[in-house]
């Protein structure tokens, strides 16, 4: 019997509020990426939850409160208590499990880097709902939760595969590069995944490999989370 579908998707958030490098220079979630796809799984009637590597408080990224990424989506989300509140408690991944869900989808931030890809409850999260035949989508940074995920048969998810996220040209133009702990458009690569990128740095660009989806960056984060609905409609059809 074909999984019956939950209309339930897991967003994933970070718990890192600094660089490793500079512990002064803030860093966190990217809070459009998060509010972009919050807001088109919800319109399209799916239930979420927010999980993070350890549960609890998810911090903010300065630099996504101006412009242009605090649009208002990000501003609706960050004048909600209600919504706020929604990071100061996340779950962690031992308190879901990957059956309640149709898709996981990797939020960004530069803080990811450092915490999502050593997660071994996402790793197990992730692997799970793509063997049982869900979506796993990354966009912009979240594609580090991928580094380290593998199958059951111990092949990389992500090798062979077409992919984006966050380009090292991005790193070098938004200023960071020193700061980041690697270059993940290199580590993808290295694990055999297909990567591609917009032509344009920082313009919406994604890739859809069967039931994995990716976008490039803050600005492919709406596209991202649609491209993922039109495949939950189509693996539901």
């Given at each position: 019997?074909a999984?019956?579908?939950?209309?339930?998707?897991?967003q994933?958030?970070?718990n890192v509020?600094?660089y490793?490098?500079d512990?002064?220079h803030?860093?966190?979630l990217w809070?459009?990426?998060?509010?972009?796809?919050?807001?088109?799984?919800?319109?399209?009637g799916?239930e979420?939850?927010?999980?993070?590597p350890?549960?609890?408080?998810s911090?903010?990224?300065?630099?996504s409160?101006?412009f242009p990424t605090?649009?208002?989506s990000?501003?609706?989300?960050?004048?909600n208590?209600?919504?706020m509140?929604?990071l100061k408690h996340t779950?962690?991944?031992s308190?879901?499990?990957?059956e309640d869900y149709?898709?996981?989808?990797?939020?960004?931030?530069h803080?990811?880097?450092?915490?999502?890809?050593g997660s071994e409850g996402l790793?197990?999260l992730t692997?799970?709902?793509f063997e049982?035949?869900?979506v796993?989508a990354?966009?912009?940074?979240?594609?580090?939760g991928?580094l380290?995920?593998?199958?059951?048969?111990?092949?990389p998810?992500?090798?062979?595969?077409?992919i984006?996220?966050?380009?090292?040209?991005?790193e070098?133009l938004?200023g960071v590069?020193?700061?980041?702990?690697y270059n993940?458009e290199?580590?993808?690569k290295d694990?055999?995944?297909?990567?591609?990128?917009a032509?344009?740095?920082f313009?919406s660009y994604?890739?859809?490999?069967?039931r994995l989806?990716?976008?490039?960056?803050?600005?492919?984060?709406?596209a991202?989370a649609?491209?993922t609905l039109?495949?939950?409609d189509h693996i539901?059809s």
């Amino acid at each position: 019997m074909a999984k019956q579908p939950t209309r339930r998707i897991l967003q994933v958030v970070t718990n890192v509020p600094a660089y490793e490098s500079d512990p002064t220079h803030p860093t966190g979630l990217w809070l459009s990426e998060l509010t972009h796809s919050y807001d088109e799984f919800e319109a399209a009637g799916y239930e979420q939850d927010i999980v993070s590597p350890l549960g609890g408080f998810s911090p903010l990224e300065p630099r996504s409160l101006k412009f242009p990424t605090y649009d208002a989506s990000a501003k609706a989300w960050h004048n909600n208590p209600e919504r706020m509140e929604l990071l100061k408690h996340t779950k962690a991944p031992s308190e879901v499990r990957a059956e309640d869900y149709d898709a996981i989808f990797f939020t960004g931030g530069h803080a990811v880097m450092y915490d999502f890809p050593g997660s071994e409850g996402l790793q197990e999260l992730t692997r799970d709902i793509f063997e049982q035949g869900g979506v796993v989508a990354a966009v912009c940074h979240g594609y580090c939760g991928l580094l380290e995920v593998e199958l059951s048969d111990g092949k990389p998810l992500v090798q062979g595969r077409d992919i984006t996220g966050f380009s090292w040209r991005e790193e070098v133009l938004a200023g960071v590069a020193k700061l980041v702990p690697y270059n993940v458009e290199q580590r993808v690569k290295d694990l055999g995944a297909n990567y591609s990128k917009a032509l344009i740095p920082f313009t919406s660009y994604t890739q859809v490999d069967g039931r994995l989806v990716t976008g490039q960056n803050p600005g492919s984060a709406k596209a991202t989370a649609k491209k993922t609905l039109e495949v939950l409609d189509h693996i539901a059809s």
